[in-house]
């Protein structure tokens, strides 16, 4: 079999072990609201009915805009065979069991865990401020060469997508990669101990999510508390680049192995050269090359916390190097596209000091033919601090041989000025009061051979600036630094 072909889908929905009504009412501690429960199986778990199969469990969540309880009557006729609630309905099905939980979302959280504890895979949990998800990927490349397993789809990393993630999951499978995401205290803590890690990786600590977390202190010590569901003889692989994250994760008993920029670092790259193709750098200064067709210096460090976790589940170098060569990263994260004549770097997902900086080095350090130009929008929950880390963005992007920079969003004037303020040619900063506003005018700006680069929080838009830049320029559009990895 070759290495494509031995490639384990990110997407691919595998068959969950079957569950009947008394072990998830078991596991859940509900009630059963159902004089005659189902003897039918749960094959499969869903919050969604738009997204319903047969034989399901339908968890009824509530949310700020909506409330899964009236969606019962959907839920039965999509092919739920039972329910979890925490009312009590006057809509109720009769061919659908009930069981009454609490709290429907703390009991998802039950039953996702009941779920992990029946596997036989390794659990890889990822957590950080940034590159979670394209460390996540590079992880499964780096694995699905020797072994089977999956990964979290998009960025299903809170306590519904992790449940979600855990549900389909083969439980044979070798491996299955978790996204662990916060932007409140005891988030990871809450996931971790749901999920019980094998391996765990903590990409990075950067400013993100301050409304909610207070400081990068406090973002460090949510973190570091994925540490306490982790098997205490697995291990954590650790961003030992930041010497307080290391003091925060000190008191984890297991094996540690740490990876950065820095030399003093178990696992760090050299002679990092980066093109349009991707990045290449020497292993701990070695001889040894390693190529990630993904973009950004930044990538290079998030492979090596790959090789830490494919090393530690016994994948030979020469086959991590090799599927390393082949993996790709998620959508809209530095995503090279060529349309028409104009390179276009879409990273436009989300935003926060340390992946703005990023991905303004990466354009920085790419070969351009014509100009490189900047659209760079909000970042969002910064809480008080959202002045003092757009400025100091303007003041980065007026260092990093732009062209032009436009600006979109109310925060982003203050990118707008900082960049005037470090010397930028003020003829060449564009400020934008919304996305609409720039995808009107930005195509018109741009020439054959330029690159643009966009960055920005996920509520500003920005995709609609890269739709518009599309339809300008038409053709084909095609993709650099992507390669697909088979099913």
Not at 97 to 120: C, E, F, P
Not at 137 to 163: E, M, R, T, Y
Not at 182 to 202: F, Q, R, S, Y
Not at 400 to 415: H, M, T
Request: aromatic share 4%.
């Amino acid at each position: 079999m070759g290495l494509l072909q031995n490639r384990a889908s990110a997407s691919a929905r595998d068959e969950m072990k079957p569950l009947s009504v008394q072990e998830i009412r078991q596991a859940v501690g509900g009630r059963l609201l159902t004089s005659q429960p189902t003897g039918l199986p749960v094959l499969c778990v869903c919050s969604d009915t738009r997204q319903m199969e047969r034989s399901s469990l339908f968890i009824a969540i509530k949310g700020d805009n909506h409330d899964g309880h009236q969606h019962l009557p959907a839920a039965a006729a999509g092919g739920a065979v039972a329910a979890l609630v925490s009312d009590i309905p006057d809509n109720a099905p009769p061919n659908i069991t009930l069981i009454q939980v609490a709290d429907t979302r703390a009991a998802m959280g039950k039953l996702a865990t009941y779920v992990r504890q029946q596997m036989s895979s390794k659990v890889i949990g990822v957590a950080g401020s940034n590159g979670k998800t394209s460390t996540k990927h590079l992880i499964h490349a780096a694995l699905s060469g020797k072994f089977n397993g999956s990964i979290s789809p998009k960025s299903f990393n809170n306590d519904i997508g992790v449940p979600l993630t855990i549900f389909p999951a083969d439980p044979n499978q070798d491996y299955l990669v978790l996204e662990m995401g916060t932007n409140h205290h005891g988030e990871i803590m809450k996931l971790t101990t749901m999920a019980e890690p094998d391996i765990a990786v903590i990409t990075n600590v950067g400013a993100e999510h301050l409304e909610f977390l207070g400081d990068l202190m406090g973002v460090r010590r949510e973190n570091a508390t994925v540490v306490a569901g982790l098997n205490p003889k697995g291990l954590l692989v650790v961003n030992g680049d930041d010497a307080e994250l290391l003091d925060a994760v000190s008191t984890y008993p297991g094996k540690r192995v740490t990876f950065g920029f820095k030399e003093t670092n178990d696992l760090w790259p050299a002679d990092i050269h980066c093109s349009e193709q991707g990045i290449r750098y020497r292993l701990n200064g070695s001889r040894q090359e390693v190529f990630v067709p993904m973009l950004g210096r930044h990538t290079a460090c998030n492979s090596l916390a790959a090789i830490a976790v494919a090393r530690r589940m016994g994948v030979s170098d020469k086959l991590i190097y090799e599927s390393l060569a082949e993996a790709t990263g998620p959508e809209w994260r530095l995503q090279l596209q060529h349309v028409g004549k104009i390179c276009v770097l879409n990273d436009a997902y989300n935003a926060n000091p340390n992946s703005m900086r990023a991905a303004l080095e990466t354009v920085r350090d790419l070969q351009v033919k014509g100009r490189r130009l900047a659209i760079l929008g909000d970042m969002k929950e910064l809480g008080e601090a959202a002045d003092r880390y757009h400025r100091e963005i303007g003041a980065f992007a007026a260092t990093c041989k732009f062209d032009s920079l436009y600006c979109v969003g109310p925060k982003s004037a203050l990118i707008a000025d900082a960049a005037e303020a470090a010397g930028m040619d003020k003829r060449k900063v564009v400020h934008f009061t919304s996305a609409a506003d720039c995808a009107q005018i930005a195509p018109r700006w741009l020439r054959r051979g330029d690159m643009v680069l966009l960055k920005a929080s996920r509520g500003v838009r920005l995709e609609t600036v890269a739709a518009a830049i599309v339809e300008a320029f038409g053709g084909e559009t095609k993709h650099a630094a992507t390669r697909k990895i088979a099913s």
